[in-house]
Each structure stands twice: as structure tokens, then as C-alpha cells.
């Protein structure tokens, strides 16, 4: 085993492991002075090396498309349900969630994934993904809401700013639920 050493305050102490250095993969053997980019390209590296090739920049291209479509249906729910429902945007939420599930899972089976058949169970699969953002969602939006209107100007701008915060969150968690469950190849 290498341990990489990210010098943190300057140059290489001769009193090395570890307050100024942070350390890679124990245990220590000997150890090799990277710099912080070398370090990142390394770890980097290290994640994605399971990621065929530009699978994961299709899916930040079908994402990107996502979430102006998942943003943009949530905006359009609430403003035309705001005037008839109180707390419109958690209905909103839910509503555009069902939308904006279906046409994920379109962009990620086709452009992808790649994979065939099979629609039924992969759509089920999905919606399992989504579901747990879901409810994440309709637990953390209302807490957001509340959080930013009582410590910003932006009372009635809170739910759109919640919401686009939490889509976040769930941009990341999806990519791996959809690798490894959605449309997980057969073993």
C-alpha cells in the first residue's frame, strides 16, 4: 500500500505522518508527496472507474434537461394551485413528482442506460429511486419554506427557493439508485 501525502502548510515535514498532511489509504507503508489536483484526479478516478465511459456525462445531460422540467413543472403546480390550495407547493410538489418521474425514466432508458424491454419493472424501479427524494421532499420542503421565510425578505419566493434547493440533493442520489437498481443489468 502507498500512502499519498497531501502537504497542507507548506513544504514536507521530516516529522511526517500526519498534523500538517492528510493521509490516503492505510495502512502506511511509504509514502509519496501529491499535490492537492493529483490527489483530487486520483480519488476521482477511483469513483467513476465502475462509470462506463460518458454514461455519466449523458446523465448529467438528461438531468440538466430534468431538472428544468421537474423545476419548471413545480413552479407551473404552484402558481396554478396557489390561488385554490393552502400550502399549494406540497401538492405541487407530489403532482409534478409523478410528471417528472415518467419523463426521467424515458431520458435515462433510452439515452442512458440503453437498456431494452422490460418498460413496467424499470419504470417500478424508478419511481422506488424517486420515491425516498419524494419523501424526503414533503418532510424537508416545508421545514425549508418555513427556515427561509422566517430568515430572508423572500416570503413569497420561499417554495421556489426550497425547491430548487432540494432538487439538488436529489440529483446526486439518483444516479447511483439508477445505476445499481433501475437499470442494473441482469448478473
Given at each position: 500500500?502507498?500512502?499519498?501525502?497531501?502537504?497542507?502548510?507548506?513544504?514536507?515535514?521530516?516529522?511526517?505522518?500526519?498534523?500538517?498532511y492528510?493521509?490516503?489509504?492505510?495502512?502506511?507503508?511509504?509514502?509519496?508527496?501529491?499535490?492537492?489536483p493529483?490527489?483530487?484526479?486520483?480519488?476521482?478516478?477511483e469513483?467513476?472507474?465502475?462509470i462506463?465511459?460518458?454514461?455519466?456525462?449523458?446523465?448529467?445531460?438528461?438531468?440538466?434537461?430534468?431538472?428544468?422540467?421537474?423545476?419548471?413543472?413545480?413552479?407551473?403546480?404552484?402558481?396554478?394551485?396557489?390561488?385554490?390550495?393552502?400550502?399549494?407547493?406540497?401538492?405541487?410538489?407530489?403532482?409534478?413528482?409523478?410528471?417528472?418521474?415518467?419523463?426521467?425514466?424515458?431520458?435515462?432508458?433510452?439515452?442512458?442506460?440503453?437498456?431494452?424491454?422490460?418498460?413496467?419493472?424499470?419504470?417500478?424501479?424508478?419511481?422506488?429511486?424517486?420515491?425516498?427524494g419524494?419523501?424526503?421532499?414533503?418532510?424537508?420542503?416545508?421545514?425549508?419554506?418555513?427556515?427561509i421565510?422566517?430568515?430572508?425578505?423572500?416570503?413569497?419566493?420561499?417554495?421556489?427557493?426550497?425547491?430548487?434547493?432540494?432538487?439538488?440533493?436529489?440529483?446526486?442520489?439518483?444516479?447511483?439508485?439508477?445505476?445499481?437498481?433501475?437499470?442494473r443489468?441482469?448478473?
Amino acid at each position: 500500500m502507498v500512502c499519498y501525502a497531501i502537504p497542507v502548510n507548506g513544504p514536507r515535514s521530516t516529522t511526517h505522518p500526519c498534523p500538517q498532511y492528510l493521509c490516503g489509504i492505510l495502512p502506511v507503508r511509504r509514502c509519496k508527496e501529491m499535490s492537492l489536483p493529483d490527489f483530487a484526479n486520483k480519488w476521482s478516478t477511483e469513483l467513476t472507474r465502475h462509470i462506463p465511459p460518458g454514461q455519466f456525462g449523458r446523465y448529467l445531460l438528461v438531468g440538466a434537461w430534468n431538472t428544468l422540467f421537474g423545476y419548471g413543472t413545480f413552479a407551473l403546480f404552484t402558481a396554478v394551485l396557489n390561488p385554490v390550495v393552502p400550502h399549494s407547493y406540497i401538492l405541487a410538489s407530489l403532482l409534478s413528482s409523478l410528471l417528472n418521474i415518467t419523463v426521467a425514466y424515458l431520458g435515462y432508458k433510452w439515452f442512458v442506460f440503453k437498456t431494452r424491454g422490460n418498460y413496467l419493472r424499470e419504470w417500478m424501479r424508478c419511481v422506488a429511486v424517486y420515491s425516498s427524494g419524494i419523501v424526503l421532499s414533503l418532510i424537508a420542503l416545508p421545514v425549508l419554506v418555513f427556515m427561509i421565510r422566517r430568515n430572508t425578505r423572500f416570503f413569497a419566493e420561499a417554495p421556489y427557493i426550497a425547491g430548487a434547493l432540494l432538487m439538488v440533493v436529489v440529483v446526486f442520489f439518483s444516479f447511483f439508485g439508477h445505476k445499481k437498481f433501475s437499470f442494473r443489468s441482469p448478473a
